[in-house]
């Protein structure tokens, strides 16, 4: 008779301010969330990108106004807003890119579909994408 008065677990409807801070996602759980944000960043800034590629290549004096938007800036908006806005492309591209080969890696090789390796390839996801994001990006502010 005992067990018939237990008292049934409660569920209950989660309050997004109060109860989503207090959560701690673990490393894949990050870097899911960032390959879906990288991809929007990439998405969003899709005009950009043509506008860069299109100056970079049509002749030789569109090519020299790309580069001195990059040095003088464009109207209000200063060169180093401008490098700042590339930065966040690079990242975005090379972190949807591991993210996505390490998506690609979980469903080819179903062995990899662990908890271990789950976080393993998560941080190896973020030193990647980071590292090789650090290093164009002194390369774009021209410290090599």
Not at 56 to 68: C, K, P, Q
Not at 91 to 98: E, G, R, S
């Amino acid at each position: 008779m005992t067990e018939l008065a237990k008292k049934r677990p409660e569920f209950r409807n989660i309050n997004a301010l109060k109860d989503l801070p207090t959560y701690r996602m673990p490393v894949a759980a990050w870097v899911s969330i960032l390959h879906r944000a990288s991809g929007a960043i990439m998405l969003l800034l899709l005009p950009f990108i043509l506008w860069m590629f299109d100056k970079s290549l049509t002749s030789e004096i569109s090519f020299d106004a790309f580069t001195a938007a990059f040095r003088a800036g464009i109207g209000f908006v200063p060169g180093a807003v401008l490098k700042l806005v590339v930065l966040v492309l690079i990242w975005a591209y090379l972190h949807h890119f591991t993210a996505g080969l390490r998506h690609i890696w979980m469903d080819i090789s179903h062995a990899a579909v662990t908890k271990e390796f789950g976080k393993s390839s998560a941080i190896a996801t973020l030193v990647i994408s980071l590292s090789l994001t650090a290093v164009l990006g002194a390369k774009l502010f021209g410290l090599y």
